[in-house]
């Protein structure tokens, strides 16, 4: 395809340096809102428009099947206006509509076909159904070009099989979810299992890796992989055999990769391997009509829960680049021009991340005007955060003709934090969107505990008796449960009148009598206590007698952790719906019909078509960006979160996720507190995030900076001058009642300082020394 004009001319100085890299080495460091899909896509065009470079000569990766769909979709317009310039001399959308789908379709057939642009796992599975027969792992294990992909059930049941059947583990020890978990830790770090059994310092590791090898054994039998194979295969593949690397590396002239930040240590290999053919002399290595180009930015490195390792996009200087300072190399350039957001919300930006150590100095700079400022916003609890962030939404929705409900974002940290939010945007008719989650009542562990609540309240309720009767798995198979219901239907009564009589249960359950039998005698305990005691202490109690609690516990990953947050969410709901109807019915089988009407997927309150106000973790916002951002539940403890505050490591990744969350916003930015939050059923006073602390004063604008209802130290007496002590990280101190600790943390300063202390046998405790009264311990 032939070009007149100059298709980089809108492109800025940083943005186009890029782009004409044409041989070698090139890491893009790309800011957030700096342009880098376009970087990359113009990049590829350039390739093809200017050093005719043949298409299936480029390797494209992604890290989302919707980032690939979209640089295709960029890459098909940028030809197609070409083409519609050099065939029609006119502009791409001055042309017919026939003409313009005439001219994309030559562009599909031309060039998008016989690119290879997609994620990690789609290219590199689709090389494995070229090559896999070539490959046999440490144990002769083979597999051939049909292989099946066995997605995450799959995976699952073959785990849970050789745990409790091959090896006859105790499941709570050796919990399949959490096995799994360290079996695909284990491949992306690119251990095989004997690598893996050689790590492992203990006798758990140590049969999690027979576990591991038992499993490869039977996916190799199966002729299949699991999702983390489709990487750490074809690396392995590439290392044991020169021919096949050879010839992938040949074609492979011109390899991208997007979200560099976010590879793990064997996606890193993978590409080096690619790259380099192998070759591990740097200065052997020919770069003639070969590059490699980079994008990603340190600074929104958030998943390490996922093995990304962002120290790999750190260390592309010296693995690949030239490795001069950042103002004389020529294998990095710097994006830094934002086309997002606000200036005084790239400022606050720019501030924050500048706490962090490790990272490429970048600052970002802004392309548009001032903007507002930052509103920060202190609420008494997160009950009343809510309805400051949904009062805002009606107000600007209302004000601002321009505006729609799609233009509103609330970001906060833990998916359980969504409910309060909720509940004020179904009562107020705001129609509302999870994004990357499910509503707060349509979470699978909500439903357990609602279904076992019901089942308490309405011993008829079958279908709440039947989703909870093996749940946690208790024993009860298949097979008996459907005797007892069988039994039910043909004798015309509920299932709960065979189930609480035991000479029925021991006549049809036969050896799973005793399992139904003390799930009938837990659902009667809880039935004898309705008149008795309040809502929330039945459905703790229920948590405790069924194990659900204490079987997310023993599975030990982040999405358990993330549950049992929930189930202590809905405790909370409870506890606050005694609290709004005190002196009313609140009863349980009152909240349980409060609930019913609650938010859930039967009864939705956004129609096809219609914009809805967009509710996410931060860790689901990244890509995304929005007119206006709220991000709420700015608390130590919380945002940043408690394990984070004695790992500097840690405490830097939670920083990127609040840089992440603030230039998400292009016009307005609201950030929130609680001056108290209700956490795990107790409420506890909150404290101000050390990140609103590391914002710029000047930038930040609120009504209530000092909050009477928060400020409760007496004045000091007249004449006299308060004294206000200094305290140093590393002192040990005596707590009247939680004994020896040592200050690892100090937030504030002068008369607003605390402290954050770690006790010996209770953990990290936030403390007002005034208030404690708190001892030195020379």
Same mark, same amino acid.
Request: aromatic share 8%; hydrophobic share 35%.
């Given at each position: ?141 083979? /597999? ?31 919990? @399949? ?5 360290? %079996? ?16 492992? @310092? ?84 020919? /770069? ?50 934002? =086309? ?111 279904? =076992? ?102 599975? *030990? &990953? ?5 549950? $049992? ?51 996410? &973790?931060?860790?689901?916002?990244? *890509? ?34 609040? =840089?992440?969350?603030? &230039? ?31 914002? @710029? ?21 007249? *004449?006299?001058?308060?004294? $206000? ?37 209770? *953990?990290?405790? %936030? ?12």
């Amino acid at each position: 395809m032939t070009t007149n004009i100059d298709f980089l001319s809108h492109l800025n100085p940083s943005q186009r340096q890029a782009v004409e890299h044409y041989c070698g080495p090139l890491l893009v460091v790309a800011g957030a809102g700096s342009g880098k899909t376009r970087a990359l896509t113009y990049r590829i065009a350039n390739l093809i428009l200017k050093h005719r470079v043949n298409p299936e000569n480029i390797l494209a990766v992604t890290f989302t099947n919707k980032a690939a769909r979209e640089m295709k979709d960029r890459i098909q317009r940028i030809f197609a206006e070409n083409l519609a310039i050099n065939q029609h001399g006119k502009k791409f959308d001055l042309l017919p509509e026939y003409e313009q789908t005439q001219l994309k379709s030559k562009v599909y057939r031309t060039i998008i076909k016989d690119m290879w642009c997609g994620t990690f796992h789609s290219l590199f599975s689709r090389i494995l159904r070229w090559d896999i027969e070539k490959y046999q792992d440490e144990k002769r294990r083979t /597999w051939n070009k049909n292989f099946s992909i066995f997605d995450e059930s799959d995976v699952q049941s073959l785990i849970k099989e050789i745990v409790t059947k091959d090896l006859n583990l105790d499941n709570k020890k050796f919990e @399949p979810k959490s096995v799994r978990y360290a %079996i695909s830790n284990a491949k992306n770090q690119g251990f095989s299992p004997q690598e893996f059994e050689r790590e492992q @310092p203990n006798y758990r590791g140590r049969v999690i890796a027979d576990v591991y090898n038992r499993y490869q054994d039977r996916l190799s039998q199966n002729n299949a992989l699991d999702f983390d194979d489709l990487i750490l295969v074809p690396t392995r593949l590439f290392q044991q055999n020169e021919q096949v690397l050879a010839y992938w590396h040949r074609k492979f002239c011109h390899v991208l990769v997007d979200e560099y930040q976010d590879t793990n240590r064997t996606q890193y290999d993978l590409i080096q391997l690619l790259v380099t053919n192998g070759e591990e002399r740097k200065h052997e290595w020919n /770069w003639e009509n070969r590059s490699v180009f980079v994008v990603g930015d340190a600074d929104q490195s958030i998943y390490s829960f996922r093995m990304a390792d962002f120290t790999i996009l750190l260390e592309f200087q010296e693995n690949f680049g030239d490795g001069l300072p950042d103002d004389d190399t020529r294998s990095m350039v710097k994006l830094e021009e934002n =086309y997002r957001s606000c200036e005084n919300i790239l400022q606050a930006a720019n501030e924050l991340i500048e706490n962090n150590t490790q990272r490429i100095d970048k600052i970002l700079k802004a392309t548009r005007d001032p903007g507002e400022k930052i509103y920060c916003h202190q609420a008494d609890d997160e009950i009343a955060e809510a309805a400051f962030v949904i009062n805002q939404i009606r107000t600007l929705e209302h004000q601002n003709p321009e505006l729609n409900w799609g233009d509103f974002a609330i970001l906060y940290r833990t998916n359980a934090q969504s409910r309060p939010f909720e509940e004020l945007l179904f009562k107020y008719q705001i129609p509302y969107t999870v994004v990357g989650g499910m509503k707060f009542y349509d979470r699978k562990e909500i439903k357990d505990a609602l279904a =076992y609540l019901r089942a308490i309240s309405n011993p008829a309720d079958t279908v709440s008796l039947l989703r909870v009767i093996n749940t946690p798995r208790r024993g009860i198979g298949k097979a008996t449960i459907d005797a007892l219901v069988n039994a039910s239907q043909q004798l015309s009564t509920t299932l709960w009148e065979i189930l609480s009589d035991e000479t029925s249960v021991h006549t049809l359950a036969g050896r799973s009598a005793k399992a139904v039998n003390n799930f009938a005698a837990m659902i009667k305990k809880g039935q004898e206590q309705i008149t008795k005691v309040p809502g929330s202490e039945i459905l703790q109690g229920i948590l405790e007698d069924s194990g659900y609690i204490e079987d997310l516990q023993n599975q *030990g &990953t982040d999405e358990a952790d993330n549950r $049992i947050s929930n189930v202590n969410e809905l405790y909370n709901a409870i506890l606050q719906f005694q609290e709004e109807n005190e002196g009313e019915d609140i009863s349980l089988q009152a909240f349980l019909q409060n609930a019913a009407l609650s938010p859930n997927p039967d009864v939705d309150n956004s129609k096809e078509g219609q914009t809805a106000v967009s509710l996410m &973790t931060l860790h689901a916002s990244k *890509g995304l960006e929005f007119p206006i951002v709220f991000l709420v539940g700015l608390e130590q403890g919380l945002f940043p979160g408690n394990r984070s505050l004695d790992d500097p490591s840690a405490l830097e990744e939670e920083r990127r996720l609040c =840089y992440v969350g603030i &230039t998400r916003a292009q016009e307005r930015l609201f950030l929130s507190h609680a001056r108290e939050r209700r956490l795990y059923a107790y409420r506890e006073r909150a404290m101000r995030s050390q990140f609103l602390d590391e914002l @710029p004063e000047e930038l930040l604008t609120t009504r209530n900076k000092v909050s009477r209802s928060f400020t409760k130290t007496a004045p000091a007496k007249t *004449g006299q001058q308060e004294t $206000i002590e200094s305290w140093q990280v590393g002192e040990k101190v005596l707590h009247k009642s939680f004994g020896l600790g040592e200050i690892t943390h100090i937030f504030g300063e002068g008369n607003k300082v605390t402290v954050a202390i770690k006790f010996a046998s209770l *953990g990290q405790k %936030i403390i007002d020394p005034r208030v404690a009264k708190l001892q030195r311990v020379e």
